[in-house]
């Protein structure tokens, strides 16, 4: 079987490493996304286990056109009952760049008519469309004359996890929280504190690592749970499989607010990630803070200054460099922000560089890494 799994930008090279490491074959990686192949217990352990994915989709069918009509008719070759039944509703996802349409969802409707058609000449009936909730949701990708018919397999995006129902104004997406730790190199041998801890989704992401819990693990609903093809046992021997290998955390994983309010929030998340005994939260001012040990890891998502003053903003980027060199010697920061001119106040000069996006906003993620000594040691 042909999948793809799809990500936030900057995080394929993750995303294909978790992949490779659950035994998926021919990875190829492309824009946002990861190419693989597999079986289908492949596709559920990676719904289920991967923290870089945030959806998986089943190809099922792939074709050129010349013209409109070769969609209808190459749609209706498709064996639609291998995943569902007239009585299910459906919902077709189109992202159309062809110039054989000028409106992105004509080819959607199109696509429509031969999953219909294809019941009513086979059973007499049809599925029903159902954008809000649907059986299957269809993915149909058409490039040029290059057209790709998915099945997503997830649904509701994989970021959302299911331990976070209480959140600060500016939340990070769980993937994008995951894939920072994973890319930064960290091991769950070494302490790692997030001092600007918002509703504590770094802190949690570095726990479900650090325990090695799979993030799929507290989600009620998968995509492919509603196939016709769905295998609950095959399902239930993968969640066995990646829930045995779950241990206690064994290294100090911290986090803090400016904000009581935002850390009792914070709190409420941990414990639903069953995390009260791995990740410890306290209200404390960043400035206050100093490192447990000369070798832990410091993540920082701050304000990027949308909502803030640019004189307020700036003097909390020098407060952020000022802290992490004279409290945090021998430590590892990683930074992500989408406000660059705030970030020439930090004054470090970066080991490492990376672009990534927040939701809409383009970030940059830099690594510090404060050395203990003199610049004129050359570790400064």
């Known amino acids: 079987m042909r999948f793809v799994a799809k990500t936030l ?56 056109i010349r013209s409109k009509i070769d969609l209808y008719k190459e749609g209706l070759k498709i064996e639609w009952d291998r995943y569902m039944d007239p009585d299910n509703t459906f919902s077709i996802v189109p992202v159309i760049n062809s110039p054989h349409f000028s409106h992105t969802g004509y080819p959607g409707l199109i696509l429509k008519d031969s999953v219909a058609d294809y019941f009513r000449n086979k059973t007499g009936r049809r599925p029903s469309v159902d954008n809000s909730n649907p059986t299957v949701l269809i993915n149909l990708h058409i490039s040029n004359d290059m057209v790709t018919i998915s099945l997503d397999s997830s649904v509701v995006p994989l970021f959302k996890r299911g331990y976070r129902q209480d959140q600060s104004v500016a939340p990070l997406n769980e993937v994008l929280a995951a894939g920072i730790i994973l890319l930064s190199g960290w091991k769950a041998s070494a302490t790692l504190t997030d001092p600007m801890c918002g509703s504590g989704t770094l802190p949690i992401e570095a726990g479900l690592i650090a325990c090695r819990i799979p993030p799929g693990k507290f989600r009620q609903f998968f995509g492919f749970q509603r196939w016709r093809d769905f295998d609950e046992d095959l399902f239930e021997k993968i969640r066995n499989d990646c829930n045995s290998l779950i241990v206690p955390s064994s290294v100090k994983i911290s986090g803090s607010d400016i904000s009581e309010q935002t850390v009792q929030v914070a709190k409420a998340n941990v414990a639903r990630a069953g995390l009260n005994d791995a990740v410890v939260l306290e209200t404390s001012d960043f400035k206050d803070l100093k490192a447990s040990d000369d070798s832990g890891y410091v993540f920082l998502n701050p304000p990027y200054g949308q909502r803030i003053q640019p004189e307020e903003i700036n003097n909390l980027y020098n407060m952020i460099g000022t802290t992490l060199k004279h409290n945090f010697p021998g430590n590892t920061a990683w930074l992500i922000t989408s406000n660059k001119e705030s970030l020439k106040h930090v004054g470090l000069k970066p080991k490492e560089k990376h672009i990534l996006f927040n939701g809409a906003l383009e970030c940059i993620l830099l690594k510090y890494e404060m050395y203990q000594g003199t610049k004129k040691q050359g570790r400064s």
């Open 9 to 64: 930008y900057g995080l394929e090279k993750v995303l294909s490493e978790e992949l490779i490491s659950m035994g998926a074959g021919m990875v190829q990686i492309a824009n946002r996304a990861v190419l693989f192949e597999g079986e289908m217990s492949l596709l559920y352990r990676v719904n289920y286990a991967a923290r870089t994915a945030l959806s998986v989709l089943l190809v099922i069918a792939d074709f050129r």
